[in-house]
């Protein structure tokens, strides 16, 4: 009996931080160049309320087979405390450029993922409107996004939420922003800073997200490593 409550505590608890706004999750841009590959790693780790010592990974593969279309092949897991790591989801991601507003003063973009849930969990599809404003130094992106649970008793309504970011460029190789992800639904909200460094086709960057509201965490650890050819 014991041994049941606490599985299903960890399941509860694995749960949360998958839904959690930021996490593995990034502020998606709309560009699309034909030919680009891309690798990249994301980790998140929670510390304080009731996700406390949670840690999130995703990798991605993915490639622009054309210059407004690019696919993504994504694996996910979580590490909970004192559990070993387990695989959340299997996905496919897809980033779509609406190229005829590249010269607009906003150029927009889509996003459309399913993602096949493992180890107990439901299948998920997630759509986003992609928006970018670029001038001089400054980038800016929103991002509104819509998910919903699939297959037998998930439940048949949406989630809405966004994410969001302000970026200054110093250089060709630094960049500081702040960026925030959030549920007004569910009034979870996080906040920070973020700074990125690229050095030939590789970057990485580094943050932090306060939570804020009703957010099951107070604060986020975040980690990107990219490689684009």
């Known amino acids: 009996m014991h041994r049941h409550a606490i599985a299903l505590l960890c399941a509860l608890y694995t749960t949360s931080a998958d839904a959690e706004p930021g996490g593995t999750s990034t502020v998606y841009g709309p560009t699309v160049e034909r030919g680009e590959s891309e690798l990249e790693y994301r980790g998140a780790v929670f510390n304080g309320g009731a996700l406390d010592g949670a840690v999130l990974h995703r990798a991605e593969a993915g490639y622009a087979f054309t210059d407004w279309w690019r696919p993504a092949f994504v694996i996910q897991t979580a590490d909970m405390p004192g559990a070993s790591t387990e695989l959340t989801s299997v996905a496919i991601e897809n980033v779509f450029d609406f190229s005829a507003t590249r010269s607009w003063p906003v150029h927009f973009g889509g996003y459309a993922e399913y993602a096949f849930g493992q180890n107990g969990r439901d299948h998920a599809i997630e759509l986003k409107l992609l928006a970018e404003r670029r001038a ?13 649970h699939v297959g037998d008793g998930a439940p048949d309504d949406w989630e809405y939420g966004y994410a969001a970011r302000a970026m200054w460029r110093a250089n060709e190789r630094w960049a500081l922003c702040v960026e925030g992800f959030g549920e007004p639904e569910a009034h979870a909200h996080y906040w920070g800073p973020r700074a990125s460094f690229r050095f030939g086709e590789a970057s990485i960057a580094a943050g932090y997200l306060a939570g804020l509201d009703d957010a099951q965490a107070d604060g986020q650890f975040r980690l990107t490593l990219e490689l684009e050819r």
Do not use: C, I, K, Q
């Open 136 to 148: 001089g130094p400054w980038t800016t992106r929103v991002n509104l996004v819509a998910e919903r």
